[in-house]
C-alpha cells in the first residue's frame, strides 16, 4: 500500500494516496490533449487555436472547421474516451471480484454476450432506432453474467469458477454470433463486422447521447462501490465479518460492471483488452486499493482509447484501422506477458 490518509469506513478501513490528486490532475490533462489531437489531426488538419475558437463560438475564418469539428471529429472522439472510461471500469471490477488480475470483459464473455445480442439486432433489425442497441447488448451482457453466477455457484459464488464458465460461454456465444454473421445480407454483415473489429468510425452525436446516460449513472456508482471492492477482495470469510452482505454486494457490481461493458460495446463494438491492460498500469501507480484503483484506471481507459483511434486514423491514412484492432495488437502481447509472468 503507498502511504497515505486512514479514512474510517463503517466496513473497512481504506488508505488514500496523497498523490490521488496530482496524478488524477495529470491524467485529465493527457487525456484532453489526446481529445485535442485526435480532434486536430486528420485529412485536414486544424489548428489548436482555430480548435478553441469553434468551440468557442468565435469565427475562425474558415466555414468548414465548424462542420470537420462538431460533426467528424468531436463526437467520434468523445464517444472514443467514454467507451474508454467505460470499459477499464468494467475491467478493474470483474478483477476485483474475480481477485484475478487476467479477468476482463472481452476475456470472461461479457462482450461476447453483447456482441451476440447486438449483431442480432443489426442483422435481423436493420431499421431499429439507434438507442435499441445499447439495450440489446446490455441485455446480452447481462443474460450471460447470470449464466456465469448461476453456473458458478455452489454455496456462494466461486471467483475461480466464474472466469473459467466465463471464458466456456463466450466461446459459445461467438460461435452463435458467426451464426448471425452467415445468414446476413451482405450490407448487414458488412456492418456487423466492422462493429465487431471494435471502431469509433462515424460515430456521431445520433450515438453519443444514447450512451452518456450509460456512462453519467454508471461511472459514479462504480467508484462509490470502491470502498465494497476492497472488501470483498479481501475474501468472502473476511468479508462476512466485516459486516459485508457478500453475495448481493457481488451481485450489485456484476449489474454496474456489465452495465458498463455492454453499452461501450454497443456503441462502439468490440473493443478488447482495454479492461486488462489499463487496471494494470493503474496498480502500478497507485496500488491494489479500488478507493485510489478505480479513478486512475478509468482516466487510463479513455487515454489508451482516444490514442488507440488516433493512431487507427493516422497509421495507414487515408485507410483507417478500427481501435479495436490497435487495443489488440496492444493487449495480446501483454496479456501473453501476464500469463508468462504468472508461471514463474
Not at 474510517?8 to 487525456?31: G, I, T, Y
Not at 470483474?94 to 454476450?113: T, V
Not at 454455496?155 to 473459467?164: E, F, N
Not at 453519443?208 to 472488501?231: C, D
Request: with cysteine; charged share 10%; net charge positive.
Amino acid at each position: 500500500m503507498k502511504e497515505g490518509l486512514l479514512i474510517q469506513s463503517p466496513v473497512a478501513l481504506l488508505r488514500v494516496d496523497r498523490r490521488l490528486p496530482a496524478l488524477l490532475l495529470v491524467l485529465l490533462l493527457f487525456n484532453l490533449a489526446a481529445i485535442v489531437l485526435n480532434v486536430q489531426q486528420g485529412e485536414y488538419a486544424i489548428a489548436t487555436i482555430d480548435i478553441i475558437k469553434t468551440l468557442l463560438g468565435i469565427d475562425t475564418g474558415n466555414p468548414d472547421h465548424a462542420f470537420i469539428i462538431y460533426t467528424l471529429r468531436l463526437p467520434r472522439t468523445l464517444v472514443a474516451c467514454l467507451v474508454g472510461i467505460t470499459l477499464a471500469l468494467s475491467g478493474a471490477i470483474f478483477q476485483g471480484l474475480s481477485r484475478n488480475p487476467l479477468a476482463d470483459p472481452s476475456i470472461i464473455g461479457i462482450n461476447a454476450g453483447a456482441s451476440l445480442l447486438a449483431v442480432s439486432v443489426i442483422i435481423l433489425f436493420p431499421s431499429a432506432p439507434v438507442y435499441i442497441l445499447p439495450i440489446a447488448a446490455f441485455v446480452g451482457a447481462a443474460l450471460v453474467s447470470i449464466l456465469i453466477y448461476s453456473l458458478a455457484w455452489k454455496s456462494g459464488s466461486s471467483p475461480t469458477l466464474l472466469i473459467l464458465i466465463g471464458i466456456g460461454l463466450s466461446a459459445i456465444a461467438t460461435a452463435f454470433t458467426s451464426l448471425m454473421i452467415t445468414f446476413g445480407s451482405i450490407y448487414d454483415v458488412s456492418q456487423a463486422l466492422v462493429w465487431l473489429a471494435g471502431s469509433v468510425y462515424g460515430r456521431s452525436w445520433e450515438q453519443f447521447f444514447p450512451f452518456l446516460p450509460w456512462v453519467i449513472l454508471g461511472v459514479p456508482i462504480a467508484l462509490s462501490l470502491s470502498r465494497h471492492l476492497n472488501v470483498l477482495n479481501l475474501g468472502d470469510d473476511i468479508a462476512k465479518g466485516l459486516g459485508s452482505r457478500v453475495e448481493w454486494e457481488r451481485g450489485f457490481l456484476v449489474l454496474v460492471a456489465v452495465a458498463l461493458g455492454g453499452s461501450a460495446v454497443a456503441t462502439a463494438g468490440s473493443i478488447s483488452f482495454v479492461g486488462l491492460i489499463a487496471p494494470h498500469i493503474g496498480r502500478q501507480l497507485v496500488g491494489a486499493n479500488h478507493q485510489n484503483l478505480l479513478p486512475v484506471t478509468a482516466l487510463l481507459g479513455g487515454l489508451l482509447v482516444t490514442l488507440a483511434d488516433f493512431i487507427g486514423r493516422i497509421l495507414f491514412a487515408p485507410i483507417e484501422l478500427p481501435c479495436g484492432v490497435v487495443t489488440a495488437a496492444i493487449g495480446a502481447p501483454f496479456f501473453l506477458y501476464l500469463l508468462v509472468r504468472k508461471r514463474f
